[in-house]
T-cell receptor
Framework: QQPVQSPQAVILREGEDAVINCSSSKALYSVHWYRQKHGEAPVFLMILLKGGEQKGHEKISASFNEKKQQSSLYLTASQLSYSGTYFCGTDPSGTYKYIFGTGTRLKVLA | NAGVTQTPKFRVLKTGQSMTLLCAQDMNHEYMYWYRQDPGMGLRLIHYSVGEGTTAKGEVPDGYNVSRLKKQNFLLGLESAAPSQTSVYFC?????????????FGDGTRLSIL
């Protein structure tokens, strides 16, 4: 079952902050975050491993709560370039059958 | 550095026709994946490969076949195209398994089946 992301869509002004959540019904061993701009390929942002968190990109960070089976992506001081659709990805069974979340559309306005 | 290259970028087929999508990566990655992306559905895994000569089914494998004869190439075949297979197809590769390695995506193939 796909991880559920919330919110489905968000509109921000430049400089504002946002949080995107990813919740799974299955245990999470790791979570990946990607950003996809319209008509383009998804681009890797960061990986969060069980037992730790890894900051990977610009002013974007993330947390991983294994017990709650959730991950959150934090975007601070948003820029116009942050606009796009954000996906979380998981491998709940450890068999490389990756499942991506439902996506969150983020638009940053000047 | 090309990364992951998909061909063709666009294609229109008639129902019942067959075709092959090619994915090539120049990063010496072991793992390769095919996804389809439909509006509002996110990315869904069709098939994947953990090394040359190996393939396995993903979440939505029906109607597709794959081959990984060479490490750098991963082919996705549609034997008898159906309108339900209209989608954007993405290929990706990673150095090792999912947990600690990012996936690198190609630019996608936009496939329409009439």
């Amino acid at each position: 079952q796909q991880p559920v992301q919330s919110p489905q869509a968000v509109i921000l002004r430049e400089g504002e902050d946002a949080v995107i959540n990813c919740s799974s019904s299955k245990a999470l061993y790791s979570v990946h975050w990607y950003r996809q701009k319209h008509g383009e390929a998804p681009v890797f942002l960061m990986i969060l491993l069980k037992g730790g968190e890894q900051k990977g990109h610009e002013k974007i960070s993330a947390s991983f709560n294994e017990k709650k089976q959730q991950s959150s992506l934090y975007l601070t001081a948003s820029q116009l370039s942050y606009s796009g659709t954000y996906f979380c990805g998981t491998d709940p069974s450890g068999t490389y059958k990756y499942i991506f979340g439902t996506g969150t559309r983020l638009k940053v306005l000047a | 550095n090309a990364g992951v290259t998909q061909t063709p970028k666009f294609r229109v087929l008639k129902t019942g026709q067959s075709m092959t999508l090619l994915c090539a990566q120049d990063m010496n990655h072991e793992y390769m994946y095919w996804y389809r992306q439909d509006p509002g559905m996110g990315l869904r895994l069709i098939h994947y490969s953990v090394g040359e000569g190996t393939t396995a089914k993903g979440e939505v494998p029906d109607g597709y076949n794959v081959s990984r004869l060479k490490k750098q190439n991963f082919l996705l075949g549609l034997e008898s195209a159906a309108p339900s297979q209209t989608s954007v197809y993405f290929c990706a590769s990673s150095g090792t398994g999912f947990s600690n390695q990012p996936q690198h995506f190609g630019d996608g193939t936009r496939l329409s089946i009439l």
